[in-house]
């Protein structure tokens, strides 16, 4: 991998995102995360997020210029807020809706948050066409690479997914220490539950 290059994690939130960075950070990839946001019940292996990327809407992209050759989590709206002076690898993580949006529910209720009332049929329709934007808005930037993982697939099994990687590294991946870290245990919101 071109050490400029940044590795963006990427999906909407509750789609194993923070799955996927610990599994770089487990093949030796560095990760850009500020640990502010501490482990909970709802992502006990923590969340790898960075304070600032929440800012990208706002203009703030001086943290990029320590990014390059680095792994760093950014959910998918915020995508578009990236400049165009730097190279991105975005792994963007799918799950399947309806397991998204009861992680999500179960998020809230723990946190004691109320949602907007919008049904889980209406919130599917919003999220799968902001993906799909998204997804084909990235694939025509010339300065981003993208390779889309199966969050399902990759529970079920981790070694065949995580073989996807492999073209954005020019060493190979510790394939194993990747999938050593799924943890069948967490995946607790499945299709039928």
């Known amino acids: 991998m071109d050490n400029q290059r940044i590795i963006v994690v990427s999906g909407i939130p509750r789609s194993g995102t923070s799955l996927m960075m610990k599994m770089l950070e487990a093949a030796g990839i560095a990760i850009l995360s500020d640990g502010l946001r501490q482990a909970d019940a709802d992502n006990p292996k923590g969340y790898y997020e960075h304070e600032r990327v929440k800012k990208l809407d706002e203009g703030d992209t001086g ?113 194993e220490a990747m999938a050593k870290v799924v943890d069948p245990e967490l995946y607790r919101q499945r299709m039928g539950k």
């Open 63 to 175: 943290w990029l210029k320590d990014a390059g050759g680095k792994a760093v989590k950014i959910v998918s709206p915020l995508l578009k807020h990236l400049p165009a002076g730097f190279d991105y690898d975005v792994i963007f993580m799918r799950r399947e809706l309806n397991e998204v949006l009861a992680s999500q529910r179960k998020m809230l209720e723990r946190n004691h948050k109320v949602t907007d009332g919008a049904s889980d049929e209406k919130l599917a329709l919003l999220f799968k066409a902001q993906l799909e934007q998204t997804i084909a808005w990235a694939r025509t930037q010339k300065n981003f690479g993208v390779i889309e993982i199966d969050f399902n697939a990759l529970v079920s099994d981790p070694e065949k997914e995580i073989g996807k990687l492999q073209p954005l590294f020019a060493e190979e991946l510790d394939i």
